[in-house]
């Protein structure tokens, strides 16, 4: 079987295992769910059993249950996130690289200075005045991670634009949005894939980063980052209870790593020349 | 060369300046009214008048900008708008702690990764090389926190060697503090170790395909001598640059495990004052923190001006 016209390797029909399966929780996941999920089964912090395979959370739920309930909120955040992300990257990085001059410049440069300190910190300063609220959270980050999305997107843009196919479509007058449309963004749709797994890694690293420290999706929402801040203390007394949801996000993302790193080492390959970018 | 590296600081100060500029729109103009946004839609007009005088928003921005920049730079960061302590006092004992912790880390993380990454480059494609690359990007995928409570399972739990939490407190000797601290410190060695020991290999096997190691393959230098001889001299300066880089990152990550060991470090100051939205200490934190990552890279830098052999004579 072929995917992007590749045959993965044996790593990455793991990784893409674990994507599809992950996908499948998220989206159906409620349908198996032993529990409800606020329906209290168990005392605080209960041992793994027969009916609840991973234990009881700190007030006694199910946690099995939260995960799976979970695994919609945090993935279909971290999406939502790249998906916005990805748009205002592509969309201002070809522009700037199809009009360059001032445009370009004053992009640029505004990217350059949020770049020069840490996202992580940027955050938490945006999260701090506005409060912390799912919109808020999703559009904050977005905006903070589309600044990486638009390096690329320029780069790869700057190469494509000084191509003969683009210059003939300027001449027969097309306008700088079908250009980026229908000549720009299928030429690059290569490198951007596999930016869009490490960029989903990423911003799903920090939501959850965000939610471990209590300013990222709130309850009563179930989301693996708050679910390991709720039961951080049992580790305490050595408990389980927070490495699941931890061991959950680590698995997701280790399965993106995988197709990622499949995706680049195609890419890599003598015939494609967009290894530099 | 020095003209380069004047140039270089130069362009240090002025990001500093931009960075501030931008914390500062982000935390006074962006929300339209820190007022109505910390006091919430139960503010009557009277203490909406009241608070806004007392956060100084009777005057222009770009004047408030500019008080705030000259307090800065004089050490005068301002009073938290919670409990009314002069910031500067908090910060400053909170900084050091974090320093320490991410000075600690990285003078494990260091020699640890690139020795293991020069390695990993000599032994290319051999069972070595295959372990770490499969191993570090294990490590790069896992959040900080599930690293963190590995650690505590198998060093606090299991072992009993170390506290879990890593509470420091003012008069605590130096042996102590690093025995505390050591936890934590190795914590963020795992985070940010994966990473540099990938870029140092990177950058040693593409030095090792320029045509001059060819040379020095074909007058028949062992492989090890070909690496140690022709290749590191020149792979210098992008390790050290990786190595700038992940410090920096360095003092990020250890936000979120100040949190994890409950570490009296800038990081949890931070935090802290997220939630309770207490704007002045924010903006003091980013600002710090902010500083810190720019002064560091643009130190890397001048290291990698310093190290360039092409750049260490005058033409």
Same mark, same amino acid.
């Given at each position: 079987?072929?995917?992007?016209?590749?045959? &993965?390797?044996?790593?990455? #029909?793991?990784?893409?295992?674990?994507?599809?399966?992950?996908?499948?929780?998220?989206?159906?996941?409620?349908?198996? !769910?032993?529990?409800?999920?606020?329906?209290? *089964?168990?005392?605080?912090?209960? &041992?793994?059993?027969?009916?609840?395979?991973?234990?009881?959370?700190?007030?006694?739920?199910?946690?099995?249950?939260?995960?799976?309930?979970? !695994?919609?909120?945090?993935?279909?955040?971290?999406?939502?996130?790249?998906?916005?992300?990805?748009?205002?990257?592509?969309?201002?990085?070809?522009?700037?690289?199809? @009009?360059?001059?001032?445009?370009?410049?004053?992009?640029?440069?505004? *990217?350059?200075?949020?770049?020069?300190?840490?996202?992580?910190?940027?955050? @938490?300063?945006?999260?701090?005045?506005?409060?912390?609220?799912?919109? *808020?959270?999703?559009?904050?980050?977005? *905006?903070?991670?589309?600044?990486?999305?638009?390096?690329?997107?320029?780069?790869?843009?700057?190469?494509?634009?000084?191509?003969?196919?683009?210059?003939?479509?300027?001449?027969?007058?097309?306008?700088?949005?079908?250009?980026?449309?229908?000549?720009?963004?299928?030429? !690059?749709?290569?490198?951007?894939?596999?930016?869009?797994?490490?960029?989903?890694?990423?911003?799903?690293?920090?939501?959850?980063?965000?939610?471990?420290?209590?300013?990222?999706?709130? &309850?009563?929402?179930?989301? #693996?980052?708050?679910?390991?801040?709720?039961?951080?203390?049992?580790?305490?007394?050595?408990?389980?209870?927070?490495?699941?949801?931890?061991?959950?996000?680590?698995?997701?993302?280790?399965?993106?790593?995988?197709?990622?790193?499949?995706?680049?080492?195609?890419?890599?390959?003598?015939?494609?020349?967009? !290894?530099?970018? | 060369? /020095?003209?380069?590296?004047?140039?270089?600081?130069?362009?240090?100060?002025?990001?500093?300046?931009?960075?501030?500029?931008?914390?500062?729109?982000?935390?006074?103009?962006?929300?339209?009214?820190?007022?109505?946004?910390?006091?919430? $839609?139960?503010?009557?007009?009277?203490?909406?008048?009241?608070?806004?005088?007392?956060?100084?928003?009777? %005057?222009?921005?770009?004047?408030?900008?500019?008080?705030?920049?000259?307090?800065?730079?004089?050490?005068?960061?301002?009073?938290?708008?919670? +409990?009314?302590?002069?910031?500067?006092?908090?910060?400053?004992?909170?900084?050091?702690?974090?320093?320490?912790?991410?000075?600690?880390?990285?003078?494990?993380?260091?020699?640890?990764?690139?020795?293991?990454?020069?390695?990993?480059?000599?032994?290319?494609?051999?069972?070595?090389?295959?372990?770490? +690359?499969?191993?570090?990007?294990?490590?790069?995928?896992?959040?900080?926190?599930?690293?963190?409570?590995?650690?505590?399972?198998?060093?606090?739990?299991?072992?009993?060697?170390?506290?879990?939490?890593?509470?420091?407190?003012?008069?605590?000797?130096?042996?102590?503090?690093?025995?505390?601290?050591?936890?934590?410190?190795?914590?963020?060695? /795992?985070? =940010?170790?994966?990473?540099?020991?990938?870029?140092?290999?990177?950058?040693?096997?593409?030095?090792?395909?320029?045509?001059?190691?060819?040379?020095?393959?074909?007058?028949?230098?062992?492989?090890?001598?070909?690496?140690?001889?022709?290749?590191?001299?020149?792979?210098?300066?992008?390790?050290?640059?990786? %190595?700038?880089?992940?410090?920096?990152?360095?003092?990020?990550? %250890?936000?979120?495990?100040?949190?994890?060991? =409950?570490?009296?470090?800038?990081? $949890?100051?931070? =935090?802290?004052? %997220?939630?309770?939205?207490?704007?002045?200490?924010? $903006?003091?934190?980013?600002?710090?923190?902010?500083?810190?990552? =720019?002064?560091? +890279?643009?130190?890397?830098?001048?290291?990698?001006?310093?190290?360039?052999?092409?750049?260490?004579?005058?033409?």
């Amino acid at each position: 079987m072929k995917i992007l016209g590749h045959k &993965p390797t044996g790593t990455a #029909w793991i990784g893409l295992g674990i994507i599809a399966f992950n996908l499948f929780i998220a989206i159906f996941g409620p349908l198996f !769910a032993p529990f409800s999920q606020s329906e209290t *089964v168990g005392a605080t912090w209960d &041992p793994s059993s027969a009916q609840m395979w991973l234990g009881a959370d700190q007030i006694g739920r199910d946690m099995l249950t939260r995960l799976i309930y979970g !695994a919609r909120m945090t993935i279909g955040v971290a999406l939502a996130t790249t998906f916005i992300s990805f748009f205002i990257g592509i969309t201002l990085g070809f522009t700037a690289a199809v @009009l360059g001059g001032w445009v370009d410049t004053l992009i640029s440069r505004l *990217v350059d200075v949020i770049l020069s300190i840490p996202l992580l910190i940027l955050a @938490l300063i945006i999260l701090g005045v506005f409060g912390s609220s799912i919109p *808020v959270l999703i559009l904050t980050i977005a *905006v903070l991670d589309s600044t990486r999305v638009f390096r690329l997107a320029r780069a790869l843009g700057m190469n494509l634009t000084v191509l003969e196919y683009v210059e003939a479509a300027r001449l027969r007058g097309e306008g700088t949005w079908w250009i980026i449309r229908r000549e720009i963004l299928p030429n !690059a749709s290569a490198p951007l894939v596999s930016e869009f797994g490490l960029r989903f890694c990423f911003n799903f690293l920090f939501i959850a980063a965000l939610s471990f420290l209590g300013l990222g999706i709130q &309850p009563p929402f179930a989301d #693996w980052g708050g679910m390991v801040r709720e039961n951080s203390a049992a580790i305490n007394f050595g408990m389980l209870a927070p490495i699941w949801p931890a061991l959950a996000i680590t698995i997701l993302t280790v399965g993106v790593n995988l197709v990622v790193d499949w995706l680049l080492s195609i890419e890599a390959r003598p015939s494609g020349a967009q !290894a530099e970018l | 060369m /020095l003209r380069l590296i004047a140039n270089r600081l130069g362009l240090g100060v002025v990001t500093l300046f931009a960075v501030s500029i931008l914390i500062f729109v982000c935390t006074q103009i962006l929300p339209g009214d820190v007022a109505s946004a910390v006091l919430g $839609q139960g503010a009557t007009p009277e203490t909406l008048a009241a608070f806004r005088k007392e956060l100084g928003l009777n %005057v222009p921005a770009y004047q408030r900008y500019f008080n705030w920049l000259w307090g800065a730079l004089h050490g005068d960061l301002g009073v938290a708008m919670t +409990n009314k302590r002069v910031i500067i006092d908090e910060l400053l004992p909170r900084l050091y702690n974090t320093l320490f912790l991410a000075g600690y880390a990285a003078l494990i993380a260091i020699p640890l990764s690139v020795g293991l990454g020069i390695l990993a480059a000599i032994n290319e494609g051999k069972f070595v090389d295959k372990a770490s +690359n499969v191993l570090t990007l294990i490590t790069i995928s896992v959040p900080e926190f599930f690293i963190a409570y590995l650690l505590i399972i198998l060093f606090v739990v299991n072992l009993e060697w170390f506290p879990s939490l890593a509470t420091v407190f003012p008069g605590i000797s130096f042996s102590e503090r690093v025995y505390i601290t050591t936890l934590p410190a190795l914590a963020l060695t /795992l985070l =940010v170790a994966a990473h540099m020991l990938r870029m140092t290999r990177s950058s040693v096997l593409s030095v090792m395909s320029s045509p001059y190691i060819e040379m020095a393959f074909l007058k028949g230098a062992t492989r090890s001598r070909v690496i140690a001889r022709h290749a590191l001299p020149n792979a210098a300066a992008p390790i050290i640059t990786v %190595v700038a880089l992940n410090i920096a990152y360095l003092v990020v990550g %250890v936000v979120v495990l100040e949190s994890v060991f =409950v570490y009296p470090g800038i990081g $949890q100051l931070m =935090v802290d004052a %997220v939630a309770k939205r207490d704007v002045p200490v924010i $903006q003091a934190c980013g600002l710090v923190f902010a500083g810190v990552f =720019v002064i560091l +890279n643009t130190l890397a830098d001048v290291l990698v001006i310093m190290v360039n052999p092409r750049l260490r004579h005058k033409r």
